[in-house]
């Protein structure tokens, strides 16, 4: 009983200390603009990540379509629960009728059902203010809100939250290998977070080390200069809670936010 105590008091002592309850979080609206910045010049090599609702096509990865702010894949199941959010909201909109081609379509790469017109209809959905919104809210449900929960658990700043969200964004948290989950359990082997009495730098390096481990097991994924050259920059920096101005590299552009 004493030593559960003190173990519990030690670990709540860390976990205050490191991410007290006051402290900026990747939730802060401009540390999240920051983080959609960063994600989008990876994804859509710019920073105006606004201008990416519209934006579809087939990047040969295997997941069929991807598409929107986040990347939402008709292969992976986020753009058929986008697709009917979005009809929940707006009954008959120009993507509903896609609906059972979508629920066919995942899991797979295939257009069957989609082709030729699903692009054209996604541009043209992306004029509705109401498909931009199902947009932001299935991003912070899936991807962002369960990555700042995760980090600020995890006693991790701003810089680790968003570590967590760009793992997220791009892996899932399925349970394949390379999944969210797993890439953190491999990095928990190796590093504990602050929560549990470790060191930031040293665990985010784990981390990292785990996240980039699973981007070379998919050939489409291999190229992993959204880790080196840019959140292991601001991990050397000691930028753990992301203050601008930012310099970093993606694919071997450069980018700014001052």
């Known amino acids: 009983m004493t030593g559960a105590f003190t173990a519990a008091s030690f670990f709540g002592f860390f976990r205050a200390s490191a991410a007290p309850a006051t402290a900026t979080g990747l939730d802060d609206p401009a540390k999240k603009e920051i983080a959609m910045q960063l994600v989008s010049s990876a994804e ?36 058929l629960d986008l697709v009917e959010l979005y009809t929940d909201r707006v009954p008959g909109n120009v993507l509903a009728p896609y609906l059972p081609a979508l629920r066919r379509v995942d899991g797979t790469d295939s257009h069957e059902g989609l082709d030729p017109d699903f692009p054209r209809d996604w541009r043209e959905a992306a004029r509705d203010s109401a498909f931009r919104q199902a947009q932001n809210d299935e991003r912070d449900r899936v991807y962002f809100d369960p990555a700042v929960r995760q980090g600020k658990s995890d006693g991790l700043r701003v810089l680790g939250q968003f ?84 310099d970093w590299k993606v694919y071997g552009d450069s980018y700014h936010i001052g």
């Open 44 to 79: 859509n090599s710019s920073l105006d990540w606004k201008a990416q609702y519209r934006y579809i096509e087939d990047i040969g990865d295997g997941r069929g379509y991807t598409a929107g702010i986040i990347g939402f894949c008709s292969g992976t199941g986020d753009m």
């Open 163 to 246: 570590c967590y969200y760009d793992a997220l964004v791009m892996h899932g948290d399925g349970d394949d290998p390379t999944s969210f989950r797993n890439i953190r359990k491999r990095a928990l082997r190796k590093a504990e977070p602050p929560a549990r009495g470790g060191d930031e730098v040293r665990y985010l390096d784990a981390f990292l080390d785990a996240r980039v481990w699973a981007m070379k097991q998919e050939e489409a994924h291999s190229d992993t200069s959204r880790v080196d050259t840019a959140q292991r920059v601001f991990l050397r920096q000691g930028n753990l809670d992301l203050d601008p101005p930012l």
